[in-house]
């Protein structure tokens, strides 16, 4: 059975790294994690907690529908975002596209699964 694709646009944070030597100098001085912690602390407060209901949510279809789903998050400001967000007329985020076709926008858990049972139901038959 082929795998099922769960392509989610959603705003994620953005952290910036410094080049691969100091990065390494920064992790041995121990400041590392601690000025990308800083980063992420400057977003708000709301902003994370949507990424981390995001991340529960993944965590739980890939669960659900291991091994067949692939899930790939999208930043809808990157440009395959744009034009993903373009392409299948979303509007609002999080937007979660269920193999290329099917969109199911905002924080509905039941219209999602149903999307991705419908997916399942039909490449299993």
């Known amino acids: 059975m082929k795998a099922i694709d769960v392509e989610i646009l959603s705003m994620v944070p953005v952290t910036y790294r410094h080049c691969p030597s100091c990065e390494m100098l ?8 601690q000025v990308h912690q800083e980063i992420l602390n400057e977003y708000p407060v709301e902003f994370l ?11 739980v279809l890939i669960r659900q529908y291991r091994p067949h789903i692939r899930v790939r998050v999208i930043d809808p400001q ?36 149903r999307a991705i049972q419908r997916v399942h139901d039909a490449a299993a038959t």
């Open 26 to 33: 920064y992790g041995r001085s121990g400041i590392g994690d």
């Open 78 to 113: 990157s440009a395959l975002g744009l034009w993903k967000s373009l392409r299948h007329w979303v509007r609002r985020y999080p937007a979660f596209i269920v193999n290329h076709r099917e969109k199911v926008t905002g924080w509905d858990k039941e219209a999602l699964d």
């Open 49 to 59: 907690q949507e990424r981390d209901r995001l991340s529960q949510w993944v965590d």
